[in-house]
């Protein structure tokens, strides 16, 4: 099990950027898919975006795809999520997932450990 650490959340206003990061804990970084989810107040936690272990893949929800994008540095085992044209439906708790040995799309289902999450609020 890795232990998840976000951090970068803040209010935005619209059309600005952000960029969250999440720390992990352990010696084998680079065999975990990460991921990226969210759950804004009253509503289900979603998937956003994830990554393959060694960043060769990535998948993106639908809602995000061209605006966020996904990267890791396994040297300083750590993933990021660069938000950018963001809007206020993007306003949630974002959520660090890792999974292992899993693809980036498997993510979307088999997310095993958590982070406590980042708050990000996008102003209208």
């Known amino acids: 099990q890795v232990q998840l650490v976000e951090s970068g959340g803040g209010l935005v206003q619209a059309g600005g950027s952000l960029r969250l990061s999440c720390a992990a804990s352990g010696r084998t970084f680079s065999s975990y898919a990460m991921g990226w989810f969210r759950q804004a107040p009253g509503k289900e936690r979603e998937f956003v975006a994830a990554?393959?272990?060694?960043?060769?893949?990535?998948y993106y929800a639908d809602s995000v795809k061209g605006r966020f994008t996904i990267s890791r540095d396994n040297a300083k085992n750590t993933v990021y999520l660069q938000m950018n044209s963001l809007k206020p439906e993007d306003t949630a708790v974002y959520y660090c997932?890792?999974?292992?040995?899993?693809?980036?799309?498997?993510?979307?289902?088999?997310?095993?450990?958590w982070g406590q999450g980042t708050q990000v609020t996008v102003s209208s």
């Open positions: 997932a890792a999974a292992p040995l899993v693809s980036a799309q498997a993510m979307t289902v088999r997310a095993r450990d």
């Open positions: 990554i393959s272990g060694r960043g060769g893949s990535t």
